[in-house]
């Protein structure tokens, strides 16, 4: 593999680092779409509870997404970080319509799992992938890029679905946020995303090279 032309850091590949951070934000948007109106929507619709429905929301997303988490460096490794950031928001694109057409509770519970993996998948494959452009210098500045995109857009999804389903109600329009966000998340992975394997491997030869020189 040639990596002659890779260089490492921030400022030489800024353009992707950027796109991953913009890319970060609609997966962070993605779990802001539900957050302020899911109590409100899982007991106006279904007749849940407050306590049990954020109770069923967080087991069903937290343990999808620990487990999508665990997986996702060994496969980042073995099929790609942008195949497996593609796969995450492939997931993603049905969560908004199985909200707005679910007939039970276990739709709802459904599209929570999907959401789980989905977020472990492209937040893990985004964080990997800035380490990857950056290299070990800038590291802890590409997390707390990733980690501030990604809340942020929580925070302001949250608050445009909750003012959405404050005018409109609960179902459907707050999710029509969720279709935009998954498809333009799609999109932007598909077409201008590129993968970062070859920047590993730059750092790996370049570690070794040091190493022989010592």
Not at 58 to 71: E, P, R, V
Not at 97 to 123: D, E, H, P, R
Not at 129 to 146: S, T, Y
């Amino acid at each position: 593999m040639n990596t002659t032309n890779i260089k490492l850091g921030l400022r030489e590949n800024w353009k992707q680092f950027t796109l991953l951070v913009i890319v970060n934000a609609f997966v962070g948007g993605m779990i802001g779409m539900e957050r302020t109106i899911f109590p409100q929507f899982a007991e106006l619709e279904f007749g849940v509870a407050s306590k049990t429905s954020i109770l069923s929301f967080i087991t069903a997303f937290g343990i999808s997404k620990a487990i999508a988490n665990y997986y996702t460096g060994r496969l980042a490794n073995k099929y790609g970080r942008r195949n497996l950031l593609l796969l995450g928001w492939l997931l993603a694109l049905p969560i908004p319509f199985l909200l707005i057409n679910a007939t039970s509770w276990n739709w709802v519970i459904f599209a929570n799992i999907l959401l789980g993996i989905s977020q472990g998948l492209t937040w893990s494959s985004t964080v990997v992938m800035k380490i990857d452009l950056v290299g070990e210098k800038d590291r802890g500045f590409a997390m707390g890029l990733n980690e501030f995109a990604g809340y942020f857009a929580v925070g302001i999804v949250a608050f445009l679905t909750g003012f959405i389903a404050n005018k409109y109600g609960v179902t459907p329009y707050p999710f029509y946020v969720g279709i935009f966000i998954s498809l333009a998340g799609f999109l932007l992975t598909a077409l201008w995303v590129k993968d970062t394997s070859v920047f590993v491997h730059k750092e790996s030869t370049k570690d070794h090279t040091s190493q022989m020189q010592k």
